[in-house]
Each structure stands twice: as C-alpha cells, then as structure tokens.
C-alpha cells in the first residue's frame, strides 16, 4: 500500500465518476470490500487511504452533486477460517466507516448484485483454490511426482497450475463483476514475475522458498521420516502470474476496462532480512497447509532445517535472488 498509495489517491481522483455510481446520482452509503484482508493490519491502511482519497473526491465535487460525502460501510472478506475476532477488535478506533466480515471464498459471490463500489485485493489472488487435479493424479502427464509445486517441473505442471490460475481469476473477475455497480472500481495488487518465467529452466531453481521446502522434504523422505507418497501427493497451491497473462485473462473476461497497470518491485523481500524471520514468516504462511497433510510432527523440523539452510548460505537472503514484483491493475466495471 506505502508503494501504490500516490497511484491509488490519484487514480480516485481522476476515476472515480460519482454522479455515475447511481441511477439518480446520489450515493447515501459507499460500499468498498477487501478480498482476503487476513487479520486486518495491512488492511486497514488500505482502508485508510481509499476511503480518504474517496472522500476528497466527494468534496471537491460538492458543488456539483449538491450532497454530503455518504456513509462508507467496509466489508472485510477472507476464508470462514480466518481470525476475524483478531481483526474487529484492532480496528482503528478513528476510522471513517463502518465495518462487517465477510466470510468466504472470494472465488465466489459474496455481496449482492451491484452493490459494491470499489473493490480491493491485495497479495491473495495467488492462492489458488485448489490445487490442479492433474498434478496428483499417476495416470496425468502432468502428475507432479517428487515435486511440490510447478518451479523445476516438467512443462505439463507448469501448464496445469497456469490453467488453474486463469480458471480461479476469471471466477474471481466474474463474481466482482455481478457485485459491483457500473462504474465501479477494482484496485489489485497480485504477487508474480516480470515476465514468465522457464519454471523448468535452470535460471528458475532455487527462486522461492518452496524450491527449499521440497529439498528438505525429499531429504526427510531418504530417511524416512515420510513417505514418497506423502510428497508425491502433496502439492502448493499458489501461483505466481505475470503481467502478459493477468491482462489476458482480464481481458477476455471483458466486464472491465484496464484504466492502469503498472509493475513495482515487491518490497516484502527487503523488509525480511534474517534467517530467523524468513523462516517464522513463511512458517505462517504454509504451516496449515503442511499440517493438514503431513501432520503437526514434521512442522518444526521442515522450518527448523529451512531456517539453517538460509543461515549455511546467506546469499540466498538476498533480495535481488527473489525476482517477485507486484503487479497493480486499476480496473473499471463497464457500464451495463
Ligand atoms: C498474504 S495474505 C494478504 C493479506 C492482506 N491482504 C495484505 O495485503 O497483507 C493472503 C490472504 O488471502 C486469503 N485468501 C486466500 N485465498 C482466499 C479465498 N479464496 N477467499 C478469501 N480469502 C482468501 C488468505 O486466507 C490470507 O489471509
């Protein structure tokens, strides 16, 4: 948010047509939702910033809409499994709106129709919804065996996962689109590459942290702490798109015109300098996951051995090793 807050404000300014967001032109109530806004902090800044830039926009335009600046409701959306209670009792106490979960799949419909007026999704829509069925499947060209995720895997992986993805994107885009009003805006910022990347090419190996989970698991296989099958079985459902790909699907969908897109670098990599933090962060992110499958005994170890592999080579802390950007898309509902 700190990177796109200028872009966002501006883009409110400049986009955001009021007197179109209802057939009479009056709004009394403002409808913004976060899809997969975790436990809120990131979140609220978020919040922050558009509801402001919002109201501005409402002011400046006063004399023409001859009406105050509506009440903004913000509906936090995320899995029915998230720490909802977490996030309804951080909320900053001076905020501008008033707040409601939203539980649920994003991949699916979740507000009424042409109801929501800006939509908003930041670092989520790499999470896949499930991971491709043909990956674990023997009789697949693309079972993923030995492998937990599509870097270093044969062609027929990569193009399952990129299937999966476009296929949870558009369902994405599809349900946005029946939520929100015409002339509603979608701001994303989705996680990828700069460009698409040879996920099997050797340049590839060894960019992202599951390269380092999959080396330590098959390792604790050769000892047998788990099965091969286990592996063989267990595959990350996360992908990491790039700009090419994201405006295709978007386009193709064809509910919404690009106003802008831009590509930044990601600065998650040089906040998360240590070993230690690397390990705890990423221990956040996949211990559900590994759990759920492996089960809660071979968690410390996985993350213990993680934690030393980065300390025994500190060059794989660095950030220019992790070529992940962030890819911003202002989006625009077409008018019905
Ligand atoms: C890395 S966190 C991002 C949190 C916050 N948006 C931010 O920018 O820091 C990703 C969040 O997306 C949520 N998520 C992933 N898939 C989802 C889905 N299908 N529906 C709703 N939330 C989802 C996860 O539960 C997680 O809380």
């Known amino acids: 948010m700190d990177v796109v807050k200028p872009i966002i404000e501006e883009e409110i300014t400049k986009k955001l047509d009021i007197t179109r967001l209802s057939s009479n032109g009056l709004i009394d109530s403002f409808w913004i939702a976060d899809f997969g ?3 809120g902090l990131n979140s609220f800044l978020a919040m922050h910033v558009i509801t402001e830039a919002i109201q501005n926009k409402f002011q400046s335009q006063r004399s023409i809409i001859n009406a105050e ?29 008033q707040a409601a979960g939203l539980p649920g799949s994003f991949h699916k419909r979740l507000l009424p129709k042409a109801s929501l007026h800006f939509a908003y999704s930041s670092w989520a829509l790499h999470w896949l919804s499930q991971v491709p069925n043909a990956v674990t499947d023997p009789t697949s060209q693309a079972w993923n065996k030995g492998n937990i995720y599509y870097g270093g895997a044969r062609q027929e992986v990569c193009d399952a996962y990129s299937s ?11 349900a946005r689109a029946n939520e929100l009003v015409s002339g509603g805006l979608m701001a994303l910022l989705v996680p990828g590459f700069p460009i698409k990347f040879d996920y099997s090419g050797p340049f590839y190996k060894g960019q992202m942290v599951m390269d380092h989970i999959a080396s330590i698991l098959i390792d604790m296989a050769k000892k047998g702490r788990i099965s091969e099958e286990k592996i063989d079985s267990f595959n990350f459902p996360t992908y990491y798109t790039f700009p090419e790909e994201l405006k295709a699907i978007i386009e193709r969908n064809g509910s919404y015109s690009i106003e802008r897109m831009e590509i930044f670098d990601n600065p998650g990599k040089y906040a998360i300098t240590t070993a230690h933090a690397h390990a705890s962060v990423y221990r956040a992110v996949f211990e559900d996951l590994m759990t759920n499958h492996f089960g809660s005994e071979i968690v410390d170890e996985v993350f213990d051995s993680y934690r030393q592999k980065l300390e025994a ?6 950030p220019e090793k992790d070529k992940s950007i962030i890819i911003f898309v202002l989006l625009k509902r077409k008018l019905e």
């Open 37 to 39: 806004c975790s436990t």
């Open 69 to 97: 600046s509506p009440e903004f409701y913000v509906f936090f959306n995320d899995h029915v499994k998230n720490d909802f209670n977490t996030l309804f009792r951080s909320l900053p106490p001076e905020r501008h709106y």
């Open 164 to 174: 999966q993805y476009a296929k949870d994107i558009e369902s994405f885009l599809k």
């Open 313 to 318: 080579s500190s060059a794989l802390l660095l």
